[in-house]
């Protein structure tokens, strides 16, 4: 979720200063939640800044470095492997998306298996 502009929280902060209504109506007026005009106005008062806060950052990505190299080559070696195998074979304990994203983000292909039953649409 994006944060609020710097223009919406500047003209929220002008509302209140001037005395425009109670923090409940200038929530109103601006459409956004009372608990955010009060958590924006305790920001400023204890640090003396409206703008959003940086971004915490996530989880670190499963396969970086070593554990990469140990998925491109489990897919040189076997092309048609799930995710499960290529997970156990990277030998890194995640979960099967982390192992789809890793590789995108690596540009390796994925082979699809045909597990399923044949189309319908097949000539018959």
Same mark, same amino acid.
């Given at each position: &979720?994006?944060?609020?502009? &710097? =223009? /919406?929280?500047?003209?929220?902060?002008a509302a209140c200063d001037d005395g425009e @209504?109670?923090?409940e109506e200038v %929530? @109103?007026?601006?459409? !956004?939640?009372? %608990?955010w005009v009060y958590r924006l106005l305790a920001r400023r008062? =204890?640090?003396g800044s409206i703008a959003p806060k940086p971004h915490g950052g996530g989880r670190p990505a499963a396969f970086r470095g070593e554990s990469a190299e140990r998925l491109r080559k489990a897919?040189? =070696?076997c092309p048609d492997a799930t995710l499960e195998e290529l997970r156990a074979?990277?030998? !890194? @304990?995640c979960g099967t998306s982390a192992v789809f994203r890793a590789l995108?983000? /690596?540009?390796l292909p994925r082979k699809d298996s045909p597990n399923g039953p044949p189309s319908r649409a097949a000539p018959s």
């Open positions: &979720m994006r944060s609020y502009s &710097m =223009d /919406l929280r500047e003209r929220v902060v @209504g109670t923090r %929530a @109103g007026r601006f459409r !956004v939640s009372v %608990a008062r =204890d640090t897919v040189e =070696d074979a990277a030998g !890194v @304990g995108k983000r /690596l540009g």
